[in-house]
C-alpha cells in the first residue's frame, strides 16, 4: 500500500523525535573557534573525515588567523600542514584563493547569507549551510552523503529510488517539512544516525532506534 504524503510527514516527525531522543545534543564535529575556522574546516572536509581534518587545523590557524594571511601564504607550508588530509595540492589552492576573494570581497570577514557565501570560490551551498547553521545559527540543512543516504532509506523523500540524487531537491524537499529552528540539529542528527548506525554498506538494522517504522528495514536472517 502505497504511503500517502500526510502519514509520510507524519512518520518523519515520528521518527526524528525518536532520534531526538537517540541523539540529544548534536553538534558540528569539526573544531572551530570563528566563523572562518570553521569556513576553512568544511571545505577541508571534503573526501575526508571531521575526525582527521581537526587533527591539522589547530596548526593551521595558528599559522594562518586570518584571511590575509592564509591569503598572502607559501603554498608549500599550507601543503605541508593539510598534506595528511589528502587532495592537499588542491586543498592548498581552494583555501588560497577563498582566502583572497574573503579579504578582497569581504575585508577578511565572512559574509552570513547563503548567496553571499557561495559567490565565494569553492563555496557551495552545503558549506554555505554549515557555516550559517553553526557560525551564525542562522538556519542551514547540509545535504552530505549520510543525509542524502538516510532520508532515501526512510523514503522521506519521494526521489528516493534515485541513483544520484539532486542534494539541492532534497535540502528543499526536507526543510520544507520541518520548522527553520530545527534544521541545523536535524541534519546533525542524520549525520550522526549514518555515521554510527546506518552505515553505507552494511546498516546496523539490529540495533536501529527505528527499525520498527523504517520502509527499509531488513531483519536479520
Known sequence: MRESKTARIARMHNEYAVLCQVIPTPKCALHFTSPLE?????????????????????????????????????????????????????????????????????????????????????????TANVVLGNAFGIPGFPVDTHVMRVTGRLRWRSDWRTAHPDPVKIEKEITACFPPEEWTDLSHRLILFGRVTCHARKPDCAHCPLAQSCPSFEPAA
Not at 579579504?103 to 565565494?120: A, C, I, N
Open 38 to 126: 570553521l569556513l576553512i574546516a568544511t571545505v577541508l572536509s571534503a573526501q575526508t573525515t571531521d575526525k582527521r581534518v581537526n587533527t591539522v587545523t589547530p596548526e593551521l590557524f595558528a599559522t594562518y588567523p586570518t584571511a590575509a594571511a592564509l591569503a598572502a601564504a607559501n603554498p608549500a607550508q599550507v601543503e605541508d600542514i593539510i598534506h595528511p588530509l589528502g587532495f592537499y595540492r588542491s586543498k592548498t589552492q581552494h583555501l588560497i584563493g577563498l582566502a583572497t576573494a574573503l579579504d578582497e570581497q569581504f575585508d577578511g570577514v565572512v559574509p552570513h547569507t547563503m548567496d553571499e557565501l557561495t559567490s565565494l570560490p569553492g563555496v557551495g551551498r552545503k
